[in-house]
């Protein structure tokens, strides 16, 4: 075979194993993190007196709620890993440019250029407010105070 030249040929085999490295501990980490959770969770000590009820539900359902972020976090990190096996890591998934090294070093799971995460901030912004103003018939200003 000769040279055949990588999709994502802007990064070079080093940074990519360096960024495969952070994805990988960054998994292992939430995995970790997430077992350990759970193992609280699943304690019996842990049952609070009946005053406690209602602040202890709270942070139950904060708990699961970070639960689900890190296992979100977790398929997004495997997303990732799957891209770069497929030579797409590196790649803005909107426009197809080429996501610097710096912008990946910083967040390795990134897919899209910062112009492309922009727009895309923007409109689920503006998407957000559109569905709020119509299912309220009001604005979405005054469904803030509500
Ligand atoms: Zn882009």
Avoid: W
Wanted: aromatic share 4%.
């Amino acid at each position: 075979m000769g040279t055949v030249q990588r999709r994502n040929a802007h990064l070079n085999d080093k940074q990519l194993k360096n960024l495969r490295d952070i994805l990988l501990s960054q998994k292992e980490d939430i995995l970790n993190k997430i077992s350990d959770q759970t193992q609280y969770a699943l304690d019996p000590n842990e049952q609070k007196e009946q005053v406690d009820a209602a602040n202890n539900n709270r942070e139950k359902e904060q708990e699961a709620r970070l639960l689900s972020r890190q296992g979100f976090l977790v398929k997004k990190i495997s997303k990732t890993l799957l891209d770069m096996d497929n030579e797409e890591y590196g790649l803005c998934k909107e426009c197809d440019c080429e996501i610097p090294y710096e912008r990946l070093l910083a967040r390795p799971v990134a897919d899209m250029c910062i112009t492309c995460k922009e727009d895309s901030e923007l409109s689920e912004r503006s998407k957000l407010y559109k569905k709020v103003s119509k299912s309220l018939g009001k604005t979405a200003q005054e469904y803030g105070r509500a």
